[in-house]
């Protein structure tokens, strides 16, 4: 419970105090967790023995020393991987965590998981709907001996309705939930968003709800309660002014590019050489867009006054302008519409996007010394807290890094560890 946290490096930030028992893999629930440790919270990430995490497998690309230096402490022997490399994918949303090999399909696996959660303020699972219980390891089975637990169950349709059994994956949820009818060009394929929104927007919510129901246990009696996410909830959510729109107006919406369907202009742009993107969001925008392009002829247009008309007349509007944009260099345009004060940028690569010195100044590049895999990077939080900041305070984990040690600290002795690889609960 609160100031309880078993972290022996002692965690800092708001959560700090707080044990996480994250029971999830791959992306959404690790999100989650991930979230949760940069605010301070102690995280332990149990894995099945052998392949880990899914993710862990998800190469190349992968972290790797290749220059034979010393690496970071592991707190067991034998905790890495033969080639000591880290798949990217993994290191993206597992800092701050520390890792234990725990299989719950065993029954002795699943009696380590229930002390663990005995003492855990929050736990969070992504497994198919009803498997915990089958486990014993439901809300149920483990609130009854930790009623202050916040149990957090992701899943692909929730834990009700006709569709809850069917499997879910981040194309599917965007495709269903409708993001995929509205992402892409006008006549083109149906288009994936670039990451998995699906799972990223799930695990978002889920951190959200595990917040609010922690606050609303210190306010209230101490008690705790289950939060259930589902991926399509979050997908029917997210669709926010899309939906409305066509709740206003009963046309759903189509494929626009980059287009707003009620902002004009606010799109791409083709130049000479590249493209520019351009936000008009507001109609005191539109005179000093007009100055910037040298077009008085467009400000002089009554069509393109406001922005209603423009957007009613956004064909027209948009082959003036594509003319103009094409006429320029992309620092052309960018340059012109900065000196005047309207939002634009270049369209750029990630490469460029972590070498912004505003990125750098808001620390959202962060590193850490992997054991085996030496150096590796990834994004910082975006959470920005004056009093009590998040911090990465942990490499993402090897796999098993910390099966002993956690397992001490929870009061299992050498006689115990011994036991529970016998039993196969553990690795050896």
Not at 31 to 52: N, W
Not at 116 to 138: C, S, Y
Request: charged share 30%; proline share 6%.
């Amino acid at each position: 419970m609160v100031g309880e946290a078993r972290d022996p490096e002692g965690d800092v930030g708001p959560l700090d105090g707080l044990t996480v028992l994250d029971l999830s893999r791959v992306l959404v629930g690790p999100f989650c967790t991930m979230q949760l440790g940069d605010l301070g919270a102690a995280v332990i990430k149990v894995e099945r023995p052998g392949p880990g995490d899914q993710t862990r497998t998800w190469v190349p690309p992968a972290f790797s020393r290749g220059d034979g230096g010393e690496g970071g402490g592991s707190d067991d022997e034998g905790a890495e991987s033969d080639d000591g490399a880290e798949s990217a994918y993994y290191v993206s949303v597992n800092r701050n965590k520390r890792s234990i090999q725990l299989d719950l399909t065993t029954e002795a696996g699943r009696a380590v998981a229930r002390d663990l959660a005995r003492e855990a303020d929050v736990l969070v699972e992504n497994f198919r709907v009803g498997k915990t219980e089958e486990w014993g390891l439901g809300y149920g089975d483990l609130a009854d001996e930790n009623p202050g637990l916040v149990y957090c169950a992701i899943s692909g349709y929730g834990e009700w309705g006709p569709d809850r059994d069917e499997p879910a994956y981040d194309i599917t949820m965007q495709a269903r939930g409708g993001f995929m009818s509205f992402t892409g060009v006008e006549g083109g394929p149906p288009v994936r968003i670039g990451v998995a929104l699906a799972d990223i927007g799930a695990g978002m919510y889920a951190t959200q709800a595990i917040l609010a129901a922690l606050l609303e246990r210190e306010l209230g009696d101490g008690r705790g309660q289950k939060v259930d996410v589902s991926l399509l909830d979050g997908q029917a959510a997210w669709t926010s002014y899309m939906a409305t729109n066509y709740f206003a107006s009963g046309e759903p919406p189509g494929r626009m590019g980059s287009k707003h369907p009620n902002i004009v202009p606010y799109r791409a742009f083709e130049t000479a050489d590249d493209y520019v993107v351009v936000a008009c969001s507001s109609d005191r925008f539109w005179p000093p867009l007009c100055e910037a392009l040298d077009r008085p002829d467009l400000l002089a247009d009554e069509r393109f006054e406001e922005n209603e008309g423009r957007v009613r007349n956004r064909e027209e509007l948009d082959r003036e302008l594509e003319e103009t944009f094409a006429a320029m260099t992309t620092d052309e345009a960018v340059e012109r519409l900065a000196d005047h004060d309207v939002p634009a940028s270049r369209v750029r690569d990630v490469s460029e996007v972590f070498a912004d010195p505003q990125i750098e100044a808001r620390g959202m590049l962060e590193a850490a010394e992997h054991p085996t895999a030496g150096t590796v990077r990834f994004p910082g939080s975006p959470m920005h807290l004056s009093r009590t900041p998040t911090t990465v305070r942990r490499h993402p984990p090897a796999l098993g890094e910390h099966t002993e040690s956690v397992l001490r600290e929870y009061g299992y002795g050498d006689d115990d560890i011994d036991e529970l690889r016998e039993r196969g609960a553990i690795s050896e």
